[in-house]
């Protein structure tokens, strides 16, 4: 492609890859704050549903005995860039996953290191595009376009459109498209993760028409500077508008506190969401979880449970 020929988009697309870039290296140290929870937290497997926010977009969703682990990243840092919070859990602290789903390629998202570690896994599902980054992996692979679906230990995993921008190391942020979230279903719940994405009026409209119900959806707030988010990444108040937009049940915020700390501050974005939540009425609805926090379906009518205490008799080896 010659410079002629970039399209607005394809500028705002390598601006968004090539900034990403200069904050990482120009970045300073993180907060070094420590999780609520490190290890795993207690669980009450008769709830058909629970979610672990690990931290940043890593959650490790049960539905029913199966686990899902979302944009897996362990690791202390990106790049240079200390962690805020470090993960609340090990690999080794993880139980087998049937899916482990890759929302897109960038560095926090896709920590090749953090999936190498991992014990064996089931497969791991990434968007269309993204196969040439993928090499050299021991696990099994598959890779889904929009709205495609793939089933793995009864579980249907289908991909769908976000607002965000692909690529991995900046430049390659002009012809790579490869980035998606996930619809999850087991035949009883149905869980929406977003990944990394901006708001966009119809996208999240969309799926909730073609997919219906969803039980708990996973929707980043973060980064942000000032009261708008920008195309690539919403803010708390515009993350509550996709939560709407698609008719969850339940959102549980993620993608602050672990990386994000020089936008302003590391409490911001839990700060503003609060009061977006607030103003919306949503305090019963939204789960601003700490770290290493689980959330738990209750019974239908009955609020959704916190659980901020370690499990001290999990079996951390005998999981896998
Ligand atoms: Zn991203």
């Not at 140290?29 to 931290?55: K, T, Y």
């Not at 099994?140 to 190391?169: C, M, N, Q």
């Not at 698609?246 to 609060?274: Q, S, T, V, W």
């Amino acid at each position: 492609m010659t410079p002629s020929s970039f399209s607005p988009s394809s500028k705002r697309r390598l601006i968004a890859g090539l900034s990403g870039w200069i904050w990482l290296t120009c970045t300073c140290a993180g907060a070094g704050l420590e999780p609520a929870v490190r290890g795993m937290p207690i669980d009450h497997p008769q709830a058909e549903l629970s979610a672990v926010w690990v931290g940043h977009a890593t959650v490790l969703i049960r539905m029913g005995k199966r686990h899902i682990l979302t944009d897996p990243n362990l690791a202390q840092r990106l790049l240079i860039l200390s962690r805020d919070t470090p993960a609340s859990m090990t690999p080794q602290q993880l139980p087998k996953a049937s899916a482990i789903l890759i929302s897109h390629l960038h560095l926090d998202h896709y920590d090749r290191w953090s999936l190498q570690q991992l014990p064996y896994q089931g497969k791991v599902v990434f968007p269309d595009g993204a196969q040439p980054y993928a090499t050299n992996l021991k696990h099994l692979r598959g890779y889904l376009a929009p709205h495609e679906s793939v089933h793995v230990d009864g579980l249907k995993i289908t991909a769908v459109p976000v607002s965000h921008f692909g690529g991995r190391y900046g430049i390659d942020a002009l012809w790579d498209r490869s980035y998606a979230g996930y619809i999850i279903e087991d035949g009883k719940h149905r869980v929406f993760f977003a990944g990394d994405t901006g708001y966009d009026e119809q996208i999240f409209k969309d799926i909730k028409e073609r997919y219906g119900k969803i039980d708990l959806a996973l929707i980043p707030i973060a980064p942000y500077r000032g009261d708008s988010g920008n195309s690539v990444h919403v803010n708390p108040a515009e993350a509550l508008k996709i939560f709407a937009d698609i008719g969850a049940d339940y959102m549980i915020p993620i993608h602050y506190e672990a990386f994000y700390g020089m936008f302003g501050n590391y409490a911001l974005p839990r700060k503003d969401l609060n009061k977006a939540t607030k103003e919306a009425g949503l305090q019963k609805k939204v789960y601003a979880l700490k770290t290493g926090e689980r959330w738990v379906l209750g019974r239908r009518g009955q609020t959704p449970l916190v659980i901020s205490e370690k499990d001290e008799s999990f079996q951390y080896a005998q999981s896998h």
